[in-house]
């Protein structure tokens, strides 16, 4: 089993937290505006999608549940965020 790493954590948190900005659901911190990017949030989600593929069976279980649970959010917001607009 491979040993936890709170970066990798902290990174998908990360990158979930800017899909989330990318698609309207937090506020810009620069501006406390929030908009749509549809092209960045799906570069985000195609990331984590790669990341999950390149590192499938070398995750910790908790690693592997974080990512998991960050592209099945995303992934049907990215949906209904892009059929609205």
Known sequence: MPAADPR???FIL???QNAGLFLCQ????ATGKTS???????S???SLEMLDAKTEG????????LLGAALANLRPLYDK????S
């Open 8 to 10: 990798f954590n902290d």
């Open 14 to 16: 990360l990158q979930a």
């Open 26 to 29: 937090l506020p810009n911190p």
């Open 36 to 42: 749509v990017n549809l092209k960045a949030a799906r």
């Open 44 to 46: 985000v989600i195609d």
């Open 58 to 65: 070398n995750l910790t279980a908790e690693e592997s549940k």
């Open 81 to 84: 965020v892009a059929d609205a």
